[in-house]
């Protein structure tokens, strides 16, 4: 089983800071199989970052992906107030085929 | 644009079978994957499971010996089927379309989530 690792756990910015969201993987993991999901509380994970590096509809280009094999970071180049919520990496790969990482909390200082 | 929608009981009885149906609209359940993933009240995301239109599964092995997947595509549905239910099934069950594509792997669309509690 391929397990995601994010950190931190929780980060605390102002808006207009940047933001360095990681996701670790216990083994390598193609890119094309990385994605990123943004969820707000109450609502339902919402796609964001797929192939590691593609921006899914509706993102705007303050959302980055990179990464390759088993690090890959999400990066927000600078934080707006509708920013701060719970980040999700998830990957498929080898038994169990799709895993997430814990999340990271993105919280406004 | 692809809309899910999750129906069924929200309250469930330890030992007893979770049954939920997802129907999808605005576009075909043909030709694609449809997935179940879950969180627990204030927790992380848990893939249980996904079908394609043909009916072939794959599960979470951590709950493949009480799950089942089924389609219907006439209906445009998808359902989960959960066994012997604990309080540990407490979760927000999402039903998602699973994009397999050259581009990635990825959920794309989800259903908005319905809240299955497990008490007596």
């Known amino acids: 089983e391929i397990v995601l690792t994010q950190s931190p756990g929780t980060l605390s910015l102002s808006p207009g800071e940047r933001a360095t969201l990681s996701c670790r993987a216990s083994?390598?993991?193609?890119?094309?199989?990385l994605a990123w999901y943004q969820q707000k509380p109450g609502q339902a994970p919402r796609l964001l970052i797929y192939?590691?590096?593609t921006r899914a509809t509706g993102f705007p280009d303050r959302f980055s992906g990179s990464g390759s094999g088993t690090d890959f970071t999400l990066t927000i180049s600078r934080l707006e107030p509708e920013d701060f919520a719970v980040y999700y990496c998830?990957?498929?790969?080898?038994?169990?085929?799709?895993?997430f990482g814990q999340g990271t909390r993105l919280e406004i200082k | 644009q692809v809309q899910l929608q999750e129906s069924g009981p929200g309250l469930v009885k330890p030992s007893e079978t979770l049954s939920l149906t997802c129907t999808v609209s605005?576009?075909?359940?043909?030709?694609?994957?449809w997935s179940w993933i879950r969180q627990p009240p204030g927790k992380g995301l848990e893939w249980v499971g996904y079908?394609?239109?043909?009916?072939?599964?794959n599960y979470n092995p951590s709950l493949k010996s009480r799950v089942t997947i089924s389609v219907d595509t006439s209906k445009s549905q998808f359902s989960l089927k959960l066994s012997s239910v604990t309080a540990a099934d407490t979760a927000v069950y999402y039903c998602?379309?699973?994009?397999?594509?050259?581009?990635?792997?990825?959920?794309?669309?989800w259903g908005q989530g319905t809240l299955v509690t497990v008490s007596s």
């Open positions: 998602a379309k699973f994009a397999r594509r050259g581009s990635g792997y990825y959920f794309d669309y």
């Open positions: 605005g576009g075909s359940i043909s030709s694609y994957y």
């Open positions: 079908i394609y239109y043909t009916g072939s599964t």
């Open positions: 083994q390598s993991v193609s890119s094309s199989y």
């Open positions: 192939g590691a590096s």
């Open positions: 998830q990957q498929y790969g080898s038994s169990p085929p799709v895993t």
